[in-house]
């Protein structure tokens, strides 16, 4: 049985890899080089749709995206999203990308805007205020709630990610089956 990766790795511009702590990462990549052809990969996953109810697979022209079942779903659940593209002829590049469900995302980065919308209309007042040399101490004070309201929805998302922690191996070692790797 494959094993998973215990940290992942995100690719800079030029192929040139750099480590990065999986601690701050959110949203975890990888990169694989394929001994295969895309086409031939993207078979492998048309096949297994049909082979199999444990994990549903979705395709849209080299992109694959494997989740799970509605009944297996919790709050938190991953979903593995897959580019395949050619690189050379019996060559391929896979590019994953591990997830929450794109309601959850979206909902997460709504709240990060908010956050951050409030944080720049209250430096605003509080330069305003400033400006007048009228008292800016309660703005100041909520920028920092802001602050920490930031925090808060790191841990918040770090929390949700180490509880999807199995079944984004589940996933991973799908994918790995389905590709013989």
Not at 111 to 118: G, P
Not at 139 to 146: I, P, V
Not at 147 to 172: D, P, Q, T
Request: positive net charge.
């Amino acid at each position: 049985m494959h094993q998973f990766p215990k940290k992942f790795y995100l690719t800079c511009l030029k192929n040139k890899k750099m480590r990065f702590s999986n601690d701050i990462v959110l949203r975890p990549r990888f990169k694989k080089i394929l001994k295969q052809s895309n086409e031939s990969a993207l078979r492998a996953f048309e096949e297994a749709k049909t082979n199999q109810s444990n994990y549903i697979i979705t395709r849209v022209d080299d992109h694959v995206f494997i989740k799970f079942p509605k009944q297996k779903l919790h709050y938190w659940s991953p979903q593995l999203h897959l580019e395949i593209t050619n690189k050379e002829e019996s060559e391929s590049e896979l590019c994953g990308l591990f997830g929450p469900s794109p309601a959850v995302w979206t909902l997460f980065m709504f709240f990060h805007f908010l956050v951050a919308t409030l944080f720049v209309g209250f430096g605003v007042w509080a330069y305003s205020n400033y400006s007048l040399g009228n008292r800016y101490s309660l703005q100041l004070l909520l920028m920092g709630l802001l602050v920490l309201s930031w925090f808060i929805l790191y841990f918040i998302g770090n929390m949700g990610k180490a509880s999807g922690r199995k079944e984004m191996h589940e996933l991973h070692d799908f994918m790995c089956k389905i590709l013989n790797i």
